[in-house]
């Protein structure tokens, strides 16, 4: 098998070679051969033998060369609907601070993070390679990076998504829309009142945004998730659903 790109680090370091040598039992598949190698299948973008594509499904032959490709980037996807698994919730709040649709909770088990992915058709983003590796899952993918900023850079890299900064809160997903002052003005602290005059509310949770003191921070937040999706198609990415 030679395992490529970034598949390739999925690997235990002893078997990072140009080949890897697997012994055959005859009758497992060979999405089960790759997935016993530490790579998921979420993360292979095609599998090729002898010249042609084959699926999970194909059942090896004895001599057979395997080539594991991962996944193209930027990856389509049926709907830009995600879901992030508990250890995920500053990446949560970074994509919906550019208007992701992402959804997370710091209280779901794995069976339970596969449930809402399937009902609610999203992709279901973790560092869990054991959680990819669940056959009920009906779309994952791993997140790279051990910092927020990395995993952020990650994301947006592969799936490309189509921004709307601003539009979601980022505590909990829902939509934001501008509010007159006068209507969130008896929430405000009095330093708050005096210098700002713009406000936003999620008509979720009803919190209420201003840009404040971390305004720039967030600011540059954005511009680098917009330089990266720009960067990711040159040209406009397909509508959803495409």
Partial sequence: MRVEGESRGFLAARLRGDVVWVRYDGTSSLGHVVESLG??????????????????SYRPEAGDVVSVLGVRRPQAVPFQ??????????LARRLRLVGVDTAYESDLDD??????ANDERRVLLTQDR????RRSLWMGAYVRGARPQEQFAD????????????????????PVAPVEKSEV???LRPGTRRSY???????????????????????????EAERIVAAAYPVAPPAEGE
Avoid: K
């Fill in 39 to 56: 790579v998921p299948l979420t993360e292979v973008g095609r599998l090729v033998v002898g010249g042609r594509e084959v699926t999970p």
């Fill in 81 to 90: 609907r995600f879901l992030l698994d508990v250890h995920l919730g500053t």
């Fill in 111 to 116: 069976d339970a993070l596969i449930v809402r």
């Fill in 130 to 133: 054991g959680l990819l590796r």
């Fill in 155 to 174: 994301v947006l890299e592969r799936f490309a998504p189509s921004l709307a900064p601003w539009t979601r809160c980022p505590a909990c997903n829902g």
């Fill in 185 to 187: 003005e008896g929430r």
């Fill in 197 to 223: 005059d713009r406000f936003a509310r999620c008509l979720a949770c009803d919190r209420v945004y201003w840009h404040g003191a971390h305004g720039a921070r967030l600011e540059a937040v954005v511009e």
